[in-house]
């Protein structure tokens, strides 16, 4: 009987100063994405329960709660005001640049200019609006999870297709897309509903790939190989109307 409530004192002491410290944490931390508590909460909690059968489980509970807090990091993004400019919705390595055909289930014909970003378990995984709009049309398809690194990705992998008209007569389209490890796409946009340029609206956990499809005759700004940051890193910009009309607002 002692022994059991000796332990739930020590379990309530550490809860109580793993808590303190998360206070002090704040004062120099970046911000943590709000689906990232639950997972924060669940790791911690086995942490303590793991503490306390072995130091050594318990630091490892340590350890992977600390890397779940570091996934799930929002930190503040700096936008770039510049008319016409796609800025990356994610962070990560930029995939062969090639032109295709965007997914089938968007309904768009005729191929584009894509731009595939790989995001590894370590990578800012908020992904953020391309360029201001209005969200015309989601989509979303069930699917394999092939590593995402790998092109076919795109197709076989599960997905979340949305298009976006920047105004009328040019519309851009990206894709969340699923992973190796990752198994949850969150998107927080709905039809019909307005954007501007570098506004959050999800998240892959855990590993992804975001692709986005560009007119032809869009200036890429990137190079394969290249890491980009969501909402900083300028990708592309999208060419004016020769019908002399003003350029695109972000």
């Known amino acids: 009987m002692k022994n059991k409530k000796k332990f739930f004192q020590d379990l309530f002491e550490k809860v109580n100063t793993w808590l303190n410290d998360i206070e002090f944490l704040k004062s120099f931390l970046v911000p ?3 689906a990232g508590f639950p997972f924060i909460i669940i790791f911690a909690l086995i942490s303590l329960i793991l503490g306390s059968i072995s130091d050594f489980l318990g630091w490892l509970g340590i350890f992977l709660t600390a890397w779940c807090v570091y996934f799930f990091r929002d930190p503040i993004r700096v936008i770039p005001n510049i008319k016409d400019s796609i800025i990356s919705p994610a962070d990560g390595k930029v995939l062969p640049i090639i032109e295709v055909q965007p997914p089938e289930e968007i309904g768009m014909k005729g191929k584009m200019k894509k731009i595939s970003i790989f995001m590894n378990v370590f990578n800012v995984h908020v992904n ?3 360029i201001g709009g209005t969200i015309k049309k989601l989509s979303y398809e069930p ?6 690194s790998l092109d076919k990705a795109s197709k076989l992998n599960e997905r979340m297709s949305i298009k976006l008209e920047v105004e009328k007569g040019i519309d851009i389209v990206f894709v969340q897309i699923a992973g190796l490890i990752a198994r949850r796409i969150k ?6 509903q307005i954007v ?3 506004e959050k609206f999800g998240l892959i956990r855990f590993g992804s790939r ?3 499809y ?6 890429i700004n990137i190079l394969e190989g290249q890491t980009v940051i969501a909402g900083e890193t300028i990708i592309a ?14």
């Open 32 to 34: 943590i994405h709000s």
């Open 128 to 130: 953020r609006v391309p």
């Open 143 to 148: 699917g394999a999870f092939f590593n995402a």
């Open 237 to 250: 910009n999208l060419k004016r109307k020769k019908t002399g009309s003003k350029s695109i607002k972000n």
């Open 214 to 219: 560009l007119p032809l005759d869009s200036n």
């Open 210 to 212: 975001l692709d986005i």
């Open 196 to 198: 501007k340029s570098g």
């Open 187 to 192: 998107c927080e946009l709905d039809e019909n």
